[in-house]
């Protein structure tokens, strides 16, 4: 018998019977081979990126995320018509359908064109209802000439990206509401609101959040006794109501841009108490560890040791609460909009275009004005999916 047999022999049965074993198939079930090789030179950021691919519903919603975004900042020039263009002959006109391919009433071919309207007025209601007439073709074209912007508010130009090529024939790819003007336009401009106050309004109340609550958390005393019962009192108050007392306080003589930055202050407000919560809690319990009390030995200030060695502790947390915000905040303003508390005409968001919905009577006979609360409901989503997946691609090991 040799040595190592005799060893061998020498073992207990039991030894190494509760150790899981890995086989080396099994590391490369999700990454693969070429992933393994890589990862020994992966930076914190190709790993990140990596882990956030895997999660596909997560990819697919960032990528509505940013096109939504693009909408936002190209939004005269996307949109068919300015938001405001009224055609009041045209009041709650459907949706036209764009076909392809087609000879107009002097038998030229056109490429795109929609169906023109025949509308016959009701004599108990007087409501209008709209057909298509199909012997009157209007031709549709990209980069059409149409009503005059300003690209980003310096750069005067009349075209957008589909229209009519006669600007003065209707186009509605998603109906007009109760004034005759563009739904699509309407619902474009509008996203440049109701998506600039999420992110505006989570700025705000992520700075206070981390500022209030690492204070509290950091040099707690009397200090955290203050701050934390402004949370409380904050937090007692029902939040419909404080909406109501915080609306109704704004005069009624500000226009658009005050009442915008009024509403986002409003949910800031609002916002900040959850997240300061959360924030003195981990600074709490990190103020305590060796390597937050070698920075401060070390003669870190206050500012470095929380922002270079405290806060990126739980960026997983604080990068899924980030993104998790910005949706409320899209609802919050919807809310206070629809209500009639939050912006009001001529301003334009998801909202304010939902006020319009309001009616059971128009809905039945327009239901194409609920149209801005399905880009709300997706949008949500979205963000939402987009949290979920930064969040486990941040902390791969905290679920």
Do not use: C
Not at 133 to 145: E, K, N, T, W, Y
Not at 187 to 212: N, T, W
């Amino acid at each position: 018998m040799t040595a190592a047999e005799s060893t061998d022999n020498r073992r207990p049965d039991h030894v190494g019977a509760d150790v899981d074993t890995i086989e080396p198939d099994d590391l490369t079930t999700d990454l693969g081979a070429a992933d393994l090789a890589a990862l020994p030179e992966a930076t914190p950021r190709q790993l990140f990126w990596r882990a956030f691919t895997k999660h596909k519903l997560a990819l697919l919603s960032l990528i509505l995320i940013v096109l939504v975004y693009l909408v936002v900042i190209f939004a005269e020039f996307l949109a068919p018509s300015t938001a405001e263009h009224v055609r009041s002959a045209y009041a709650l006109a459907p949706p036209q359908v764009v076909h392809f391919f087609g000879q107009d009433a002097n038998g030229h071919q056109v490429l795109m064109y929609v169906y023109g309207y025949s509308s016959t007025v009701d004599p108990q209601t007087n409501a209008i209802n709209y057909t298509a007439d199909h012997s009157q073709l209007i031709p549709v074209r990209f980069f059409a000439d149409g009503d005059q912007y300003r690209l980003f508010g310096l750069f005067p130009m009349n075209h957008h990206l589909i229209g009519p090529v006669d600007a003065n024939q209707p186009f509605f790819l998603l109906g007009s509401d109760v004034n005759g003007r563009d739904l699509l336009s309407r619902v474009i401009f509008g996203a440049r609101i109701s998506m600039s106050i999420g992110l505006v309004g989570v700025a705000i109340a992520f700075v206070l959040g981390i500022v209030l609550g690492g204070l509290s958390g950091y040099f707690g005393g009397r200090i955290d006794t203050v701050i934390q019962r402004l949370i409380e009192l904050l937090m007692s108050i029902p939040t419909l109501p404080l909406w109501l007392a915080l609306a109704a306080a704004m005069p009624l003589s500000w226009g658009a841009v005050s009442r915008y930055f009024a509403i986002t202050v409003i949910l800031a407000i609002v916002a900040w108490t959850g997240l300061a919560r959360v924030v003195r809690g981990r600074f709490l319990a990190l103020r305590g560890e060796e390597y937050v009390m070698a920075a401060q030995l070390d003669g870190n200030s206050v500012w470095r040791t929380t922002m270079r060695h405290m806060l990126p502790a739980f960026n997983s947390h604080l990068i899924a609460q980030l993104t998790l915000s910005v949706p409320a905040m899209i609802i919050a303003e919807t809310s206070l909009s629809f209500l009639g508390l939050g912006l009001t005409p001529p301003a334009v968001s998801w909202g304010v275009l939902l006020q319009a919905a309001s009616s059971i009577q128009v809905i039945s006979s327009a239901p194409w004005l609920l149209i801005p609360g399905l880009a709300v409901v997706i949008t949500v989503l979205a963000l939402n999916f987009l949290g979920d997946g930064l969040r486990d691609a941040a902390d791969p090991y905290g679920h």
